[in-house]
C-alpha cells in the first residue's frame, strides 16, 4: 500500500506513528550505556541499531508519502515513450519514481534505504557510510559475536550521537496529538536531544578513544607479524621467507601476515592520525572505518596465531611439570 492512496487508513498510521515506545527504548538505551559493562554495552548497541533502522524506515516512508501512484507513472511513461510531451515537472516525478521492486529492496536492506535517502539529500554519503558500518558493528555484536569488547562502549557512544541527529531531523507523515490513553502522546521533537542527554559529546576526546583501539589494534598485528617472520626464518634484506617450507595451513598463514609487512607504517600512521579528527564525528569515523576494515582482513590470522602460541606454552609448561 502506498501511503496517501484512496485507501489509506489515517488511524493505522497515526498508531504506526506512535512515538511513545521509542521513548521508553530511548529511556532504555541510556540506562544501559551508562551502566558501564560490556554486556549492557551490547544491549544499547543493539537497541540504538534497532531505534536507528525504525527511524529511517520512518524518513523513508515520509519522502515516498506523497509520491504519485504506480499505475499514473505507468500511463504517463507509456505516453512519453510513446512520443507525448510531459511538462518538466511531470518528466522529473516520473524518472524520480520509486517503484515496486525498489521498495521491496528498500524494506528488506537497511543499505538501500539509506542509499535512497543520501539520494534525496536526507544523508549525507558520510552519514550513510558510518551508519551502514554501525549496523555491521551491531551484526557483528549480536548475530557472530566478533566485536572486539572494549570497542563496544565507544560504537555505542558515536552511535548515540547520530542516531540522536537523525531522531532530530525527522519529519514524520503524522502522529496523534491527543490519545484515549492514559499515557501523556510523545511527539518526535520531544525525543529529540534524549539520547545524548548527559553525556559529554566531545569528538576531541571522542578522537583520543578510538585513536587508541586502532593503536592497540595495529599494535597486535605487528607483534603478529615479527612472531611469523621469526617462524619463517625471512632473510632480513629480502624480506622472503626460507623457500622450503612445508606447503600446510601453518605455513600458509604465517606467509599471509608476512606479506602486509610493508603495510604497517601506513597502518600505524594512520591509526595516529585519528587523534587529529577533530571537525565532527563522521569525519572520525570515516577514516577509522576505512582502517578497521582494513584490519579486519588480517585480525583473524592473528587471533589464530596468538592461539597457537598460547597451545605451544602451555605444552612446554606441562612438559616441565611432568604432565
Not at 214 to 232: F, H, P
Not at 288 to 294: A, H
Request: proline share 4%.
Amino acid at each position: 500500500m502506498q501511503p496517501f492512496a484512496f485507501d489509506w487508513d489515517r488511524s493505522s498510521v497515526q498508531q504506526v506513528e506512535q512515538w511513545n515506545w521509542l521513548a521508553v527504548e530511548i529511556n532504555e538505551i541510556r540506562r544501559c550505556s551508562e551502566a558501564g559493562d560490556q554486556a549492557h554495552d551490547r544491549l544499547a548497541l543493539i537497541l540504538l541499531d534497532h531505534l536507528v533502522e525504525v527511524i529511517i524506515g520512518r524518513e523513508v516512508n515520509a519522502q515516498l508519502a506523497l509520491q504519485i501512484a504506480d499505475s499514473v507513472i505507468e500511463e504517463m511513461r507509456e505516453f512519453r515513450d510513446g512520443g507525448g510531451e510531459l511538462s518538466e515537472e511531470l518528466s522529473r516525478l516520473v524518472d524520480e519514481h520509486v517503484g515496486p521492486v525498489r521498495r521491496r529492496a528498500m524494506d528488506d536492506r537497511l543499505h538501500e534505504k539509506t542509499k535512497f535517502l543520501m539520494q534525496r539529500n536526507i544523508l549525507s554519503a558520510q552519514e550513510r557510510e558510518v551508519l551502514d558500518r554501525l549496523h555491521q558493528y551491531r551484526n557483528a555484536a549480536y548475530h557472530r559475536d566478533t566485536l572486539e569488547p572494549d570497542l563496544i562502549a565507544d560504537l555505542v557512544l558515536a552511535y548515540r550521537v547520530l542516531a540522536d541527529e537523525l531522531v532530530g531531523r525527522h519529519k514524520p507523515i503524522a502522529w496523534p496529538m491527543a490519545s484515549s490513553g492514559p499515557d501523556p502522546v510523545v511527539t518526535p521533537q520531544q525525543l529529540r536531544g534524549r539520547l545524548t542527554e548527559g553525556v559529554d559529546v566531545d569528538v576531541k576526546a571522542m578522537a583520543h578513544r578510538f585513536h587508541d583501539h586502532a593503536v592497540r589494534r595495529v599494535q597486535a598485528v605487528i607483534a603478529a607479524v615479527t612472531t611469523a617472520q621469526q617462524l619463517l626464518g625471512v632473510d632480513s634484506s629480502s624480506g622472503e621467507p626460507d623457500p622450503f617450507l612445508p606447503d600446510d595451513d601453518m605455513a600458509r598463514m604465517l606467509i599471509g601476515l608476512n606479506r602486509v609487512s610493508k603495510e604497517l607504517p601506513f597502518w600505524a600512521k594512520q591509526a595516529a592520525g585519528l587523534k587529529s579528527k577533530t571537525s565532527s564525528l563522521t569525519g572520525l569515523m570515516i577514516p577509522f572505518i576505512n582502517l578497521d576494515r582494513t584490519l579486519d582482513r588480517i585480525e583473524p590470522s592473528v587471533r589464530r596465531l596468538d592461539m597457537i602460541l598460547d597451545y605451544w606454552e602451555q605444552q612446554q609448561i606441562d612438559e616441565l611439570r611432568g604432565k
